[in-house]
């Protein structure tokens, strides 16, 4: 059995390391804000080795390291590689829902202006804005209370650099025109369509 314990080069999302060496144990990536994930793979350097570390990890904001331990095949010496990430803090919002309507545009993190159209009935809003940075927080107005047409604010601060501000802009449909349906007694059932979505009053 082998004894050999090192590798033949380590993949972040499948390129290289860059610069590897089998002895080098230590190594630096560093990631944009929006890569809280990646894929850390890695090439034996004997076919019985032992390959511990490898596969989808997660990547917080900040600096992280992760560990590849390599044991040999005859099990008797291991080599630890230890990958440094350094992923770039933000203010940006990975998603951001409003109840079950839909934003246009499609939410994206660069995009800070949106319109959404909700129904004439509606008061408010239930906002779920998630930032990519696990230090930023999230303040929101104008979303509760809403009468007539509003914008509202999604405001993202983030210790380590500058805040964003998300704008959207809030129109109501028009209230609908009250239509009388009478359904006259005929001792069976009848059935009534809904011509749209709404509030509706049932009188006997």
Do not use: W
């Amino acid at each position: 059995a082998s004894s050999y314990q090192y590798l033949t080069d380590i993949t972040v999302d499948g390129k290289s390391v860059g610069n590897f060496n089998p002895t080098k144990l230590d190594y630096t990536i560093n990631l944009p804000y929006d890569m809280d994930e990646v894929d850390l793979d890695a090439f034996y350097g004997h076919p019985g080795q032992t390959i511990e570390g490898l596969g989808k990890v997660q990547v917080p904001t900040g600096q992280s390291t992760k560990k590849i331990e390599v044991m040999s095949e005859d099990k008797n010496q291991m080599t630890t590689y230890n990958i440094h990430f350094v992923r770039a803090h933000s203010s940006k919002l990975k998603s951001l829902k409003l109840g079950n309507y839909d934003l246009d545009p499609v939410c994206h993190s660069d995009t800070l202006e949106y319109t959404v159209n909700i129904m004439n009935a509606t008061l408010s809003l239930d906002v779920e804005a998630t930032p990519y940075d696990e230090e930023a927080k999230v303040a929101l107005k104008g979303f509760g209370y809403i009468n007539q047409s509003a914008i509202g604010t999604i405001t993202v601060t983030e210790p380590n650099c500058e805040k964003t501000v998300y704008t959207v802009k809030i129109l109501k449909d028009e209230a609908p025109v009250a239509t009388p349906y009478e359904f006259p007694y005929t001792g069976k059932i009848q059935t009534f369509t809904a011509p749209m979505t709404g509030y509706y009053r049932l009188e006997t």
